[in-house]
Nanobody, 128 residues
């Protein structure tokens, strides 16, 4: 069983940067995927970025447009570095991880149903 804990959210002004962290307790598997999703009030959860716990090329949502970077730290930590933040980036950001079930599923990495483990979320608020 893997537990995910996000941190690093906060209140910033438009144009500022934040770095979110996702720390996993328990054993991670380098080929398994891990993703960031976000959910704003009154909106559906949406995909932000994904990568594997091990070396990999990240995949980003189109709205990221070079502003965000999903990077790995050690084997149990990934980061989401967010630059040039906009008010529309305001949301709760969640870290999600594949387990054996998700890894073998047919869902795309952008689909929340692919992920077996979820963190509690961290609030990001961007003021104009």
């Amino acid at each position: 069983q893997v537990q995910l804990v996000e941190s690093g959210g906060g209140l910033v002004q438009a144009g500022a940067s934040l770095r979110l962290s996702c720390a996993a307790s328990g054993r991670t598997v380098s080929r398994y995927g891990v993703a960031w999703f976000r959910q704003a009030p009154g909106k559906e959860r949406e995909f932000v970025a994904s990568r594997r716990w091990g070396p990999s090329t990240p995949h980003y949502a189109s709205f990221v447009k070079g502003r965000f970077t999903a990077a790995s730290g050690n084997a149990n930590t990934i980061y989401l570095k967010m630059n040039s933040l906009k008010p529309e980036d305001t949301a709760v950001y969640y870290c999600a991880g594949e387990g054996p079930s998700g890894y073998s599923s047919d869902y795309f990495d952008t689909d929340f149903r692919r992920y077996d483990y979820w963190g509690q979320g961290t609030q990001v608020t961007v003021s104009s």
